[in-house]
């Protein structure tokens, strides 16, 4: 028998807010089972849902995007590592645009991020009287437009 959880213990245990978690439960992202007195009790599994859950969002994930994936986990059995691995593949792509965006910000925090306010000296050499504004607004090169090479003869590159 799965051992069961007061909203309060698996609060405690999560870090995730029993008012959230009644708002999960509301969304179908989690469930709970009753006691006599109307009581919510959740089985242990349930905190690796809400784990994925809190990380999903942080990854920016929507709810609704998140509800999708969390379908997908069997709900007549406790989801097994095979499950949450077929989750894991197509999160996989997700993830690694994320890693892509984290890295092209970081790299960015010294350099000319191709925004429009040629204020840094890099800018004159990436971002000439500004001319990525051509491609769009915004930090085009965290977007993830390409820097145009500054060596000559070298083509132009991409942040991470
Ligand atoms: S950092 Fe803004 S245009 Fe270069």
Redesign the pocket.
Known sequence: MTELLTIGALSERTGVAPSALRYYEDRGLITSERTGASHRRYSRPVARRIAFIVFAQRIGLSLEEIAGELARLPTDRVPSRRDWARLSRSWSARIDERIDELERLKA?LT??????????D??SL??PK?R?ARRGAG?RFWVGDSRPSTTPGKPATHDA
């Open positions: 960015g350099d000319c991020i191709g925004c429009g306010c040629l204020s840094l890099r800018c990436a971002n500004d990525v930090p």
